[in-house]
């Protein structure tokens, strides 16, 4: 049973929204989505989805809050702890069983509101061997950027090649928060803050909500002309302890996207997908994905960025929405991101940075520092 994606809503990312509730960021873009897939969500969803962490919000208990917000009061409603993406796949299964038509996934940031944010990301490391050694969690994310430059003999030239391609790409992003005419030497001229890491090497954290709507072959075709479906999605943890994961690949995105690919009967990705929305959160990122997604070679990426590969012009457009470091750190609406971004590309509803021809692209998604959880979406048109 194929399974499609009929309704994208999305609010604006910004660094702070005090004007807004969570509540209100939340309604605003499942009211687009509804809007967009032409339902009703107290009549014509079967199953609602929130991705949540009650760290990242604040208070315990969040995913009791959110159901009046959806139109999910006294409906079938459920919590991922974890990535828009790893959403998005829950919601696929449940459809697939054929238990459920239309299912709705939301996921969300108000981070902004959040006065601890390096102390709830701390919390996150080994008790025993990492907290106590007190540094700023960031701190693993540089030592992998440094084990990936140096295994793969990349450039730190590469990284702010990176940053200058998403932060410019988002300035044609109208939802984009942190758009930004930047060249090299800004990005190399940046204060150093997690070595090999600057200042405009790490994304921002922004406020803003995604949500869309899926549905059933059957129901897709009924409600909407346009659907885009999802050939074939995966996930993957590796060892969340850093003394025994592997430090210069990710190999959470690599196994996720063998289960997405064989879902989706991609055997040559490089030449098969269009173009792609990956994580981007520290510069070196993008990188280390499209490698670990077969997009690139090993210890080809920092060169295929440098020389333009990745740009919206170039053979495989890259993050052409501005990614994380354009966009905004959205934490656990990451990923969801990424998938709402690829599906309105294809749908051509992209506006001003809307590519042309596309007919296949992937979306893919880390639960950031300090884990190795990720998860992978190849999405398409068409047959």
């Given at each position: 049973m194929r399974v499609g994606i009929i309704g994208v809503g999305m609010t604006a990312f910004r660094p702070s929204t005090p004007e807004y509730s969570w509540k209100e960021l939340m309604f605003e873009a499942a009211s687009r989505a509804y809007a967009d897939a032409g339902v009703d969500p107290r009549t014509d969803v079967d199953s609602f989805l929130t991705c949540a962490e009650d760290y990242y919000e604040g208070f315990g208990i969040f995913d009791e809050f959110v159901p009046d917000q959806l139109g999910a009061t006294l409906r079938r409603m459920c919590t991922v702890s974890g990535d828009g993406l790893q959403g998005l796949a829950n919601a696929f299964m449940q459809i697939q069983t054929g238990l459920v038509n239309v299912a709705v996934v939301e996921a969300h940031s108000k981070i902004s509101d959040l006065l601890t944010l390096d102390g709830v990301i701390e919390h996150a490391l080994d008790p025993i061997w990492n907290k106590p050694l007190g540094g700023h969690p960031y701190l693993v994310a540089g030592l992998e950027a440094d084990a990936f430059l140096r295994q793969t003999r990349t450039s730190p030239k590469a990284l702010a090649a990176v940053v200058v391609k998403n932060r410019t790409n988002a300035l044609r992003n109208p939802l984009a928060a942190y758009g930004a005419a930047v060249d090299e030497d800004h990005v190399l001229r940046s204060e150093e803050r997690f070595a090999p890491l600057r200042a405009l090497d790490i994304s921002n954290p922004a406020d803003g909500c995604?949500?869309?709507?899926?549905?059933?072959?059957?129901?897709?075709?009924?409600?909407?002309?346009?659907?885009?479906?999802?050939?074939?999605?995966?996930?993957?943890?590796?060892?969340?302890?850093?003394?025994?994961?592997?430090?210069?690949?990710?190999?959470?995105?690599?196994?996720?996207?063998?289960?997405?690919?064989?879902?989706?009967?991609?055997?040559?990705?490089?030449?098969?997908?269009?173009?792609?929305?990956?994580?981007?959160?520290?510069?070196?990122?993008?990188?280390?994905?499209?490698?670990?997604?077969?997009?690139?070679?090993?210890?080809?990426?920092?060169?295929?960025?440098?020389?333009?590969?990745?740009?919206?012009?170039?053979?495989?457009?890259?993050?052409?929405?501005?990614?994380?470091?354009?966009?905004?750190?959205?934490?656990?609406?990451?990923?969801?991101?990424?998938?709402?971004?690829?599906?309105?590309?294809?749908?051509?509803?992209?506006?001003?940075?809307?590519?042309?021809?596309?007919?296949?692209?992937?979306?893919?998604?880390?639960?950031?520092?300090?884990?190795?959880?990720?998860?992978v979406a190849v999405l398409g048109v068409g047959r």
């Open positions: 995604v949500v869309l709507v899926l549905a059933s072959e059957a129901a897709a075709k009924k409600l909407h002309a346009n659907p885009v479906w999802i050939r074939g999605i995966g996930w993957s943890s590796d060892s969340p302890s850093l003394e025994t994961r592997d430090w210069s690949q990710a190999v959470y995105a690599q196994l996720a996207a063998q289960m997405a690919y064989r879902l989706a009967k991609v055997r040559r990705p490089v030449s098969e997908i269009d173009f792609a929305e990956v994580d981007d959160r520290f510069s070196y990122k993008e990188l280390q994905h499209l490698e670990a997604l077969g997009l690139a070679k090993k210890g080809e990426a920092g060169r295929n960025v440098m020389q333009g590969e990745y740009g919206s012009d170039g053979r495989l457009p890259v993050n052409v929405s501005g990614g994380s470091l354009g966009c905004g750190n959205v934490f656990e609406a990451t990923g969801l991101h990424r998938a709402a971004e690829v599906a309105q590309q294809l749908r051509g509803e992209a506006g001003s940075h809307q590519l042309d021809g596309v007919r296949i692209g992937l979306a893919q998604s880390w639960r950031f520092v300090p884990t190795a959880t990720g998860a």
